[in-house]
């Protein structure tokens, strides 16, 4: 039986969402009449965009047939393994594949089966290739933005053309037709082909914002217009979660979209104005802030927000055209009026936060401060309670001066126990940073932290660390769960604070037995806490010395293990001053010699501890270690040789029978510094 058709809203997901905001009546929803405006905004922009015009259905270009679709299948599959011969034998391929790809371009970039090659082919393009599929495509961009497969086909041809502007622009190719022996063939500049796309777009900006599938593609012609990196940990903003990551074996680059920082030319920076005026221009002020809760809208509000502030002037808030000013055009800002209503809507709301955070971030200085002291200066701790609106916190915490910021530390400080017990421990990382970074005392946290995570033995780590009787076990379940990753990150963050908030960690750690600490070398996740711990510059050489020595008798095993080889890694850093145990430990290593041949991991603990040198030239590797490690004066481990890095040696240099080549040079400058003193005695004895 066919379910009930229902329109998408918010009204479900509100009555559902849980708030710990009781003791905040500004929290509250909308009053009746604003919640009908907001659901008829989400009509309008699901019926049709701002600028009035819903395009028609798509196109249909063609299917391929059966022996095209096994053609290009084989192809992607090679294309995929990337196992020619030379770099000559795989351009010839590509030739071939878009030799047999001329005049079907549109038909592979909307097949389900065929799209991912046209992507790889785009990874590996030339220049003149990328252009010809852009002259290609030319005129159908409207539609393919929007179909779920030609859409990755779009984002990856302006990722990876976008540089081709650049290389243009800083050669300075004249527009001319070059030597061709095509004689239709006519040189376009990728600076041109780009300007033909968003004129083609500009008409539909409004409805293509709200697209499923079009969003991703214009954020991505948003980033390259700007010029701006497309960063890693930015990502979210312009490709999906689920988007198919379709790479090339051994790639030397492309695998990864991202861009770095550009020179664009001047006609980007106007076509980027012009987009984001022509984007929302068409928006009346209450559609504009429904867009700011639409999953699929949001988004791009975020970027062009961010993108307006950060590249045309924080005093383009001024401008009555602005988003920032469209979207809080009360001055000032006080409760009872549109912008407040509208903040307070956007804190709770798990959609409309993130597009709070953006404006905090990216606000003049000005607009910051009143938002701040009107809206959340007495309510940080109640905000850093809630599960959506601890971000938004966060994010202000961010921008406090060190007055504020003590101010805020104290609201914060009295709902650390209760942080803890939820596992809401970003803020509190944050708010440590921000302490670091301002000079604010942290003792308050270090209080509130060491009662939250304290057991029978005083503060334990591995609360902290979320630690279970299966972690670590070679062949127990893994724990990759957000809170694990939380409380590492946490930890982390404490022991780069200089202090007793620091000490925290290290003397927790230095207080466990050899099982836990091996258990946490294990863990994919409580590792990267013992790694920091081994290579931080506030990790004393008592704390260094007593976790390492619990790996003794261990060290060959763990250097097996994927997660805790990284930590005998981090113990080559780890014995700076300590050059006797760095010994002990290469000794291990070399009684395990051929287990760690065997395995790829062990493979590479061998190779960063220089191990090949360990065994063919000791006494180099010794000389070097100790060089590195920054301690001469500790002796090694005996050596029946007899060599003078052994402690029979060093007697023997005692005794005036031989020295190692660094005790020669000491002696040497000690000399030189003794016969300088005295030239300087005599030279002054003469002027008198």
């Known amino acids: ?340 209503s509208f903040i307070n809507g956007l804190v709770y709301d798990p959609i409309g936060s993130r597009l709070l955070e953006t404006i905090v971030e990216n606000a003049p200085g000005k607009l910051f401060k009143s938002i701040y002291g009107e809206f959340f200066k007495e309510r940080m701790g109640s905000l850093a309670r809630n599960e959506i609106a601890g971000y938004v916190a966060g994010k202000i915490l961010e921008r406090l001066g060190k007055d504020d910021l003590e101010e805020a530390m104290r609201q914060i400080v009295d709902q650390i126990p209760n942080l803890v017990e939820r596992n809401r421990t970003a803020i509190i990382k944050t708010l440590i940073e921000r302490c670091v970074a301002r000079e604010v005392d942290t003792s308050p946290i270090k209080a509130q932290l060491e009662i939250a995570y304290g057991g029978s033995n005083g503060f334990e780590v591995t609360r902290m660390l979320k630690l279970s009787e299966e972690d670590g076990k070679p062949n127990g379940k893994q724990d990759h769960s957000p809170e694990k990753v939380h409380g590492s990150l946490l930890a982390q963050t404490m022991m780069a604070a200089d202090g007793p908030l620091g000490n925290l960690i290290f003397d927790s750690l230095a207080k466990l037995s050899p099982e836990l600490s091996i258990q946490i070398a294990r863990d994919p996740t409580a590792s990267r806490t013992l790694q920091a711990a081994l290579t931080s510059n506030n990790a004393s050489v008592i704390f260094r010395r007593k976790v390492i020595q ?20 981090a113990v080559w850093d780890g014995t700076h001053g300590l050059a006797f145990i760095r010994e002990r430990v290469a000794e291990e290593l070399a009684e395990n010699e051929n287990s760690l041949r065997e395995s790829f991991v062990g493979r590479a603990v061998w190779r960063n501890w220089k191990m090949d040198l360990y065994k063919r030239k000791r006494h180099d590797w010794v000389k070097q270690s100790r060089y590195a490690a920054g301690n001469d004066g500790f002796q090694s481990f005996p050596e029946s040789n007899g060599d003078s890095t052994s402690p029979q040696g060093h007697n023997n240099h005692r005794a005036g029978k031989q020295m190692t080549a660094i005790e020669l040079a000491r002696q040497k400058h000690a000399a030189s510094k003794a016969a300088a003193v005295k030239r300087k005695d005599a030279q002054e004895k003469k002027k008198r």
């Open 550 to 569: 619990q790996f003794y008798g261990k060290v060959g095993e763990l250097a097996l293990d994927p997660s805790a080889s990284r930590v005998i890694d």
């Open 1 to 340: 039986m066919p379910k009930e058709h229902k329109k998408r809203g918010r009204r479900e997901e509100q009555k559902k969402r849980k708030r710990d905001v009781a003791d905040d009546s500004s929290s509250k929803r909308h009053k009746k009449e604003e919640a009908e405006q907001a659901e008829e905004a989400d009509v309008f922009l699901q019926e049709e965009g701002a600028d009035g015009v819903t395009p028609g259905a798509l196109p249909f270009y063609g299917m391929l047939d059966e022996d095209e679709q096994e053609y290009f299948k084989r192809a992607d599959e090679m294309l995929e393994l990337n196992q020619f011969d030379d770099l000559e034998a795989r351009n010839l391929f590509l030739e071939s594949v878009y030799k047999e790809a001329d005049g079907k371009e549109l038909k592979i970039a909307n097949s389900q089966s065929c799209s991912r090659l046209l992507e790889r082919l785009i990874l590996l393009s030339t220049p003149d290739q990328l252009k010809a599929l852009f002259q290609k495509f030319n005129g159908h961009f409207l539609n393919l933005v929007q179909h779920r497969f030609a859409s990755h086909c779009c984002e990856a041809l302006f990722i990876h053309a976008a540089p081709v502007v650049t290389q243009e622009l800083t050669k300075a190719e004249p527009l001319q037709t070059p030597p061709s022996s095509d004689p239709d063939h006519v040189y376009v500049s990728m600076e041109n082909l780009f300007l033909y796309t968003i004129n083609e777009l500009e008409e539909h900006l409004g409805f293509l914002m709200t697209d499923r599938f079009a969003s991703h593609v214009l954020r991505v012609l948003l980033v390259i217009l700007s010029g701006a990196p497309l960063e890693r940990q930015n990502k979210s903003v312009v490709q999906s979660k689920r988007k198919e990551k379709v790479g090339i074996s051994g790639s030397e680059k492309g695998q990864e979209w991202v861009l770095e920082k550009r020179t664009v030319p001047q006609s980007f920076v106007e076509a980027l104005e012009k987009v984001i005026n022509d984007s929302v221009s068409g928006f009346e002020p209450q559609h504009l802030r429904s867009l700011s809760t639409h999953p699929v809208g949001n988004p791009i509000l975020q970027l062009l927000l961010k993108l307006e502030l950060s590249h045309f002037g924080k005093s383009r808030a001024k401008n009555e055209k602005s988003i920032i000013h469209r979207l809080l055009p009360d001055d000032p800002i006080a409760e009872g009026t549109e912008s407040a």
